[in-house]
């Protein structure tokens, strides 16, 4: 698990897996010669990346990978997390802290969200459909 310091600097715990382990070590190693206290330093690498440098390095990768930039960012990206993890059974409430939701309803928009795609879903694709 790996502390994580977001909005309001509230924290929260979030699973950390080898492999982002590994990656997160590979990226210390790669920048050792900024000598930072932060995993993503920002522009002066004794201060933290900024959420305005997150949203312009996002913006590089999304042009780089041939996806329009103006569709993609850090609030799409979080969507998709929590998307992806009630999609494959998350817990609602394990969902909440992961995302820092101070109130469980906030959490329960994506279950929502997720049962409107579903109708679509059965009623598009349904063969009994009418």
């Not at 950390?16 to 790669?30: D, N, S």
């Not at 959420?51 to 998709?80: E, M, N, T």
Request: aromatic share 6%.
């Amino acid at each position: 698990m790996l502390l994580v310091r977001g909005k309001g600097g509230r924290e929260r715990l979030v699973p950390f897996a080898k492999g982002a382990r590994q990656a997160a070590e590979a990226l210390v190693r790669y920048d050792t010669i900024l000598d930072s206290p932060w995993l993503f330093p920002g522009r002066n690498p004794q201060r933290p990346l900024t959420r305005q440098g997150f949203d312009k390095i996002l913006h590089a990768c999304a042009l780089k990978a041939g996806f329009d930039p103006q569709r993609i960012s850090p609030h799409v990206l979080r969507h998709s997390f929590a998307t992806h993890l009630l999609n494959r059974g998350a817990d609602l409430r394990a969902l909440q802290m992961l995302l820092g939701h101070a109130d469980i309803a906030t959490t329960q928009i994506y279950t929502q969200v997720m049962g409107e795609r579903l109708k679509e879903a059965v009623q598009k694709y349904h063969p009994l459909k009418e």
